[in-house]
């Protein structure tokens, strides 16, 4: 157990929907990250966030949002779904922002969009 | 910008050793991270090299070579249990927010 907790495990929706995954870092940690990883592909970089203010973008689509709120946890919200949006959505946390800080990873949100 | 690049696949056999190789080219550098992914499982923590040399950690050791922008990761004892991807990632430095950028990954198949 890594300490990351993502809500919910999975869940199921259909296209043009919208939906919010959850995630509680590591006790501790100011660092939250997102990826995607969809079937047979590897890990795509969504977005980072320090201690409550974006840090770094990747290729995260504009009908994708983040935030994190002042208690650290982190929301993800996915709007207009799409059948290719279907993926294993990760968050991450580490304890700061710099080098040697271990990322380690939730469990992860399965989403499927029918 | 990042790019990395590891093997899709390679097979080894149980009690043998296996090394995978990252290559990776980048804007800026600030340490080199290895993962285990079992399939639909999170991706674990196995390794990190900031510095060139050798990191021995039980039956794993990561190495890094800063100015050839190369890594491996090596597994010794194959376990069957050690068949996985393993994912190779760098983190950029400081102007891009430290994020971390993975490679596509590694599967390994250990045969008995």
């Known amino acids: 157990d890594s300490g990351v907790t993502q809500t919910p495990k999975h869940l199921i929706t259909a296209t043009g929907q919208r939906v919010t995954l959850r995630c509680s870092p590591r006790s501790g940690d100011l660092s939250v990250y997102w990826y995607q990883q969809s079937l047979d592909q590897g890990l795509q970089f969504l977005i980072q966030?320090?201690?409550?203010?974006?840090?770094a973008k990747g290729n995260i689509l504009e009908r994708f949002s983040a935030q994190q709120f002042p208690d650290l946890h982190s929301e993800l919200n996915l709007s207009s779904l799409e059948l290719g949006d279907s993926a294993l959505y990760f968050c991450a946390s580490s304890v700061g922002r710099g080098s040697g800080n271990t990322i380690y990873f939730g469990e992860g949100s399965w989403l499927t969009v029918v | 910008g990042q790019n990395i690049d590891q093997p899709t696949e390679m097979t080894a056999t149980e009690g043998a050793i296996v090394q995978i190789n990252c290559t990776y080219q980048?804007?800026?550098?600030?340490?080199l991270f290895w993962y285990q992914q079992h399939a639909g499982e999170a991706p674990t923590f196995l390794s990190y090299n900031v510095l060139d040399g050798l990191e021995e950690k039980g039956r794993f050791s990561s190495f890094l070579s800063r100015s050839k922008g190369y890594s491996y990761l090596l597994l010794k004892e194959l376990q069957m249990k050690d068949s996985a991807s393993y994912l190779c990632?760098?983190?950029?430095?400081?102007?891009?927010?430290?994020?971390?950028?993975f490679g596509g990954g590694t599967r390994v198949l250990v045969k008995p």
């Open positions: 990632a760098v983190r950029e430095g400081k102007a891009a927010g430290n994020k971390l950028t």
């Open positions: 966030y320090y201690n409550g203010e974006e840090r």
């Open positions: 980048t804007s800026g550098f600030n340490g």
